[in-house]
């Protein structure tokens, strides 16, 4: 089941997932608390990208950059000149809107590589009004969405800085400190998460578009002979997506499933790298299980790419209100490590063994993505209204699960059977992040957990007593089976490692590969 972004972020702030900032003071638009268990949620979603990106890799190395920069490095990047959105402002009321939203939300025509005066030729064509009081509309302009600051105690020229508007710049100011250190060779990747800072015009659809949010971003660089050169291209052309080329986009027609090996016998996409990469990042939604189905590759047309980017793919989702964008990727060429060098006199070329020459490397993709957004596509692919059972189940993977495993007694006012739970709870949480509840009824508790998204339950009743034996509850089929208490975090181990499966046979668990599905 479906439901509106604004009931998502209301259930978010019901279940202690989300918060708004400073809600007590009437909010701030564009920002967010993750509360109890949107912090665990999100940790969990950190966590399993930096391992499937990084540790599991040989060829990616991490840092964590300073969200303050040098000014000089937001010239040299571009974003100083470049980094605008296009506002627009009520004549009468001087409210500002996102000036392509509004058309595409009022005229529902794309905008995609449409400047100021093209948006102004629409809404004067069509005479938008403002949604607020339905005044008249100024020009279009554009706005620089960096957010200014300043270093020191007095507000000066000199003393002006920025907020980081991205990530990615730190990985290439950093770059040949991290190379020499980490003594890396062509092809590597160096990745990092972290906290960005958008001043955003007008902040939208709860944690999708946000003024602070947090990014998970790898720049991996390649020796600019070799963009069409992936070795590990056989790993993923087999791989299906939906796909939506910007040929595609201007004729009209609409997105195709293809294999990544389509995609570039075809030329669709135009280099091995880059294929390789978007593969990769779907790869990572669906094995955290989310829906193949509901994601598409878009690439941007011509209009639409951004100063450094050669070619750009962005990896979208279909929330129910469109497909959006959840990750961005650039082929940036060795636009950012040249204009590093140029503003700051510093050589970032690497000695290529083979050639005995300098090289400056390509990065022709980067898999970056926004966590918030990420957070949300794991939410709606959970997110499941069980009309059966009265409430709502989070059928989140194991993985992201806050909570693994809910541990209560059966009956609260028996000291014998909460004394019991209470030592078996112990035992558990010494492996898994586990919650104790002993408040209302069974039914309550088991609800409470399955809207909070916990795999397994476990239950200490009477027959615990007699035989040291306790219940397990699964979350998504409510079936429960009996296992003993020295077996426990053997069995859970393996049910969250997808290991062993519930089976419907009179035993308390069987392998995986002996259920018929």
């Known amino acids: 089941m479906s439901i509106t972004i604004d009931e998502m972020a209301s259930f978010c702030k019901r279940k202690g997932l989300v918060f708004p900032s400073s809600e007590i003071y009437g909010g701030l638009t564009g920002f967010f608390d993750y509360g ?51 506002m627009v402002e009520c004549l009468k009321c001087h409210e500002r809107q996102r000036a392509d939203v509004l058309v595409e939300d009022v005229l529902h025509l794309p905008t995609a590589g449409l400047k100021a005066d093209g948006l102004t030729k629409l809404i004067k064509e069509h005479k938008v009004k403002c949604p607020k009081c339905k005044g008249d509309l100024g020009d279009a302009k554009p706005f620089n969405m960096m957010f200014q600051t300043f270093i020191g105690p007095i507000p000066s020229k000199e003393a002006t800085a920025y907020l980081r508007p991205e990530t990615a710049q730190n990985i290439f100011v950093d770059f040949k400190g991290v190379v020499d250190t980490a003594r890396l060779k062509l092809p590597f990747g160096i990745a990092q998460m972290g906290k960005s800072f958008r001043n955003e015009i007008a902040p939208r659809n709860f944690l999708f578009r946000c003024r602070e949010f947090e990014q998970m971003e790898l720049e991996y660089f390649i020796h600019p002979d070799k963009t069409n050169q992936c070795p590990f291209i056989g790993e993923v052309q087999n791989h299906k997506l939906f796909v939506y080329s910007a040929h595609m986009q201007v004729e009209k027609k609409a997105h195709a499933e293809m294999s990544i090996n389509e995609c570039l016998k075809n030329n669709i996409i135009t280099t091995q790298w880059h294929a390789y990469w978007l593969a990769k990042a779907h790869q990572w939604f669906i094995s955290l299980g989310a829906d193949a189905t509901k994601f598409r590759i878009r690439q941007h047309v011509s209009d639409e790419k951004s100063h450094y980017s050669l070619d750009t793919w962005d990896l979208e989702y279909e929330f129910p209100f469109g497909w959006k964008e959840l990750q961005g ?56 209204d069980d009309k059966k059972r009265g409430n709502v189940v989070l059928k989140l993977h194991p993985k992201l699960s806050p909570f693994k495993v809910g541990v209560f007694p059966l009956l609260s006012n028996r000291d014998e059977i909460t004394a019991k739970a209470r030592e078996v709870f112990q035992t558990v949480r010494s492996e898994f992040p586990a919650m104790y509840d002993r408040s209302g009824s069974v039914g309550r508790r088991y609800a409470r957990m399955d809207e909070m998204g916990t795999p397994y339950c476990v239950t200490i009743d009477f027959e615990t007593l007699a035989d040291n034996s306790v219940t397990i509850r699964d979350r998504d089929t409510t079936e429960q089976r009996r296992v003993k208490i020295v077996e426990l975090k053997d069995v859970l181990r393996k049910l969250l490692l997808n290991e062993l499966h519930f089976s419907k046979a009179g035993i308390p668990y069987v392998p995986k590969e002996v259920v018929k599905e």
């Open 36 to 86: 109890p268990l949107g912090v665990e949620l999100k940790n969990n979603l950190k966590a399993a990208w930096w391992k499937f990106f990084v540790h599991d890799r040989e060829d990616v190395v991490g840092i964590d950059g300073s969200i303050i920069s040098h000014p000089k490095v937001w010239e040299a990047s571009g974003h100083l000149a470049n980094f605008d959105d296009v």
């Open 329 to 384: 990727m650039a082929n940036r060429t060795d636009y950012d490590l040249k204009q590093h060098m140029k503003h700051s006199g510093k050589d970032l070329s690497l000695f290529d063994e083979e050639t005995k020459q300098k090289v400056v490397p390509h990065v022709v993709a980067e898999p970056s993505q926004g966590v918030d957004r990420a957070f949300l596509v794991f939410l709606y692919n959970a997110y499941h």
